[in-house]
């Protein structure tokens, strides 16, 4: 069964405390991983995809980078207005819809 | 531009009655989806159609239907509402399964059940 996993579940950060989120997945042939933010009362927002273990991509404070088993979402220097919900999610082998993690809710404290 | 248009926003039921929700993409999509969001459980996958004319179940589709009306439009009937169905939920088009980096979503309509 395809399941990915995120850690911690929420993350308290002072502003410029870097850190980083963890998404762990066990996927039948992983064909892509993909992260979202999601913001209070609305809908989620595509952020990055990686391919291939080794891969990495980098948007403002954010880097995503990916392992066999694992991808990691940095987050360097945050500010206030990085706080958000960040979900992962796969796409497994064959054509099926992605598998979503249940996300980790980050605050970040001026 | 308009993208996912979910119609209501909010929705007060109570058990035992029925109501759609309503989703229209004009980004002429071809996959379209209905999840759920609680609490500590994420995104769930309710009910899918790769392409027009298709449906399919996902992880949650005990208690809902869906219509696929025409490539534009994917609704979510709840026939019966129960407070178990108490959610958010998010209806979201792609342009091709599986890819994810095109995958967008409406702003998500907030149901209570009482």
């Known amino acids: 069964e395809d399941q990915v996993t995120q850690s911690p579940e929420a993350l308290r950060l002072q502003e410029g405390e870097s850190s980083s989120l963890n998404c762990s997945y066990t996927v039948s042939g992983l064909r892509g991983l993909f992260w979202y933010r999601q913001d209070p009362g609305k809908g989620p927002e595509f952020l990055f995809t990686l391919y291939s273990a080794g891969e990495e991509k980098e948007k403002e404070r954010l880097k995503a980078t990916l392992t066999k088993k694992e991808s990691f979402l940095h987050i360097t220097a945050p500010k206030p207005e990085d706080s958000a919900t960040y979900l992962c999610?796969?796409?497994?082998?064959?054509?099926?819809?992605?598998?979503f993690g249940k996300g980790t809710r980050l605050s970040v404290i001026a | 531009n308009a993208g996912v248009t979910q119609t209501p926003k909010f929705q007060v039921l109570k058990t035992g009655q029925s109501m759609t929700l309503q989703c229209a993409q004009d980004m002429n999509h071809n996959s379209m989806y209905w999840y759920r969001q609680d609490p500590g459980m994420g995104l769930r996958l309710i009910y899918y159609s790769a392409s027009e004319g298709t449906t399919d179940k996902g992880e949650v589709p005990n208690g809902y239907n869906v219509s696929r009306l025409n490539k534009r439009e994917f609704s979510l009937r709840l026939e019966s509402a129960a407070p178990s169905q108490t959610s958010v939920y998010f209806c979201?088009?792609?342009?091709?399964?599986?890819?994810?980096?095109?995958?967008?979503f409406g702003s998500g309509t907030q149901l209570s059940v009482l």
């Open positions: 979201a088009s792609c342009t091709i399964q599986g890819m994810g980096e095109k995958l967008f």
């Open positions: 999610a796969v796409q497994p082998s064959g054509n099926t819809p992605l598998v």
